[in-house]
């Protein structure tokens, strides 16, 4: 067991919340090909009032440290809420840094500012490929150009910001100029991700890397590292291995339900907004938020339960540990999705 692995169980042990995401929406003017929530222009699920997730925030006061705390508005698409600013300036009057993660169809100049009033201080953009590939993606011929006025905005404030692609077959060919674009607009720091089966992305091959490809990734992103001109960084789906310390500023963990926590559209209490079925830990219109983050969580604290499957004989399971929450068969608990085992099969 490394020095790492010990932390993580400590961190396990302690569970402190410094991150809570908001699902303030289901609805979304696109139709991502990839979307993992269903999202839809009209949603059968209402919005949230912000006075019922401003008092569910209110009730993890007590046991965290506010200003150490990042709150992170997300969908859906959350810029569809005309009340967001509300939102987010009772977080600031509640000692909470906040932001946003959009697909930056309706991020304008005008949002952008009434956002920065608010008490702003994160914005996370996709970016999905060059204009044919993005609007394939996102199943709409003006959302590239949109996104890229979006992303233009960001460098001119004092806003923590990045960008966020997800590799696909349509876009593979496209990282390079994808880089160089970002770099144009004056973008520092780059995440990629790859699109794992779950959701609508479950049925359609064209959005599944290859192995060779997929292993591909990861070589583009060390190469990318040491160039230097952007900071990238491979998102938190998977441990690596080898590639662990070239693709990413930090080793592999996945906090859900150890340091992050999430408000999804109906009340439910999980963790990140992906975990859904039997992650649910609670309701914030039956439960106390606090209590609920001190005395539920333990399937995601205490993860034996995911030594199944092809995990049961990890060389790499204390390391791992199963594996993000969010790829793990809900039914049989099993492993859906291995980045290892398909890193491994083409070295």
């Given at each position: 067991m490394t020095v790492f692995d010990l932390y993580r169980h400590n961190e396990a042990k302690t569970h402190n919340l410094n991150y809570i995401f908001w699902e303030s929406t289901l609805r979304c003017p696109l139709n991502c090909l990839h979307c993992g929530s269903e999202c839809r222009q009209e949603s059968s699920v209402k919005d949230m009032p912000v006075f019922d997730f401003v008092e569910g925030i209110k009730q993890v006061v007590p046991i965290v440290e506010p200003h150490k705390t990042m709150i992170v508005f997300t969908g859906g698409e959350c810029l569809v809420r005309r009340d967001l600013e509300e939102a987010g300036l009772a977080m600031y009057q509640l000692g909470f840094p906040w932001g946003i993660v959009t697909n930056g169809y309706l991020l304008t100049p005008q949002r952008l500012d009434s956002l920065l009033r608010a008490g702003m201080r994160s914005c996370t953009i996709s970016l999905d490929g060059l204009e044919t590939s993005h609007n394939w993606l996102r199943q709409n011929p003006h959302s590239f150009q949109r996104a890229i006025e979006a992303i233009r905005l960001l460098p001119r404030t004092n806003l923590v910001h990045d960008v966020v692609t997800c590799v696909n077959n349509k876009n593979f060919d496209e990282l390079e100029n994808i880089k160089q674009l970002l770099i144009e607009c004056g973008i520092k720091k780059w995440r990629i991700f790859t699109i794992f089966p779950i959701g609508r992305a479950a049925n359609n091959p064209?959005?599944?890397?290859?192995?060779?490809?997929?292993?591909?990734?990861?070589?583009?992103?060390?190469?990318?590292?040491?160039?230097?001109?952007?900071?990238?960084?491979?998102?938190?789906?998977?441990?690596?291995?080898?590639?662990?310390?070239?693709?990413?500023?930090?080793?592999?963990?996945?906090?859900?339900?150890?340091?992050?926590?999430?408000?999804?559209?109906?009340?439910?209490?999980?963790?990140?907004?992906?975990?859904?079925?039997?992650?649910?830990?609670?309701?914030?219109?039956?439960?106390?938020?606090?209590?609920?983050?001190?005395?539920?969580?333990?399937?995601?604290?205490?993860?034996?339960?995911?030594?199944?499957?092809?995990?049961?004989?990890?060389?790499?399971?204390?390391?791992?540990?199963?594996?993000?929450?969010?790829?793990?068969?809900?039914?049989?608990?099993?492993?859906?999705?291995?980045?290892?085992?398909?890193?491994?099969?083409?070295?």
């Open positions: 064209e959005l599944q890397l290859p192995n060779d490809k997929f292993k591909a990734v990861f070589d583009f992103i060390e190469k990318t590292r040491n160039e230097g001109a952007i900071s990238l960084n491979y998102g938190c789906e998977g441990f690596l291995a080898d590639y662990e310390s070239k693709v990413r500023d930090n080793f592999f963990f996945c906090r859900a339900g150890i340091n992050v926590a999430s408000i999804l559209a109906d009340g439910s209490i999980s963790a990140c907004p992906d975990l859904r079925g039997r992650f649910i830990q609670g309701n914030i219109y039956k439960d106390n938020f606090a209590e609920v983050w001190q005395n539920k969580y333990q399937i995601m604290r205490d993860r034996k339960w995911t030594k199944t499957g092809i995990c049961a004989e990890c060389e790499f399971f204390n390391h791992c540990e199963g594996n993000g929450l969010h790829l793990r068969d809900e039914k049989t608990n099993e492993l859906a999705f291995c980045h290892l085992k398909r890193i491994l099969n083409e070295c």
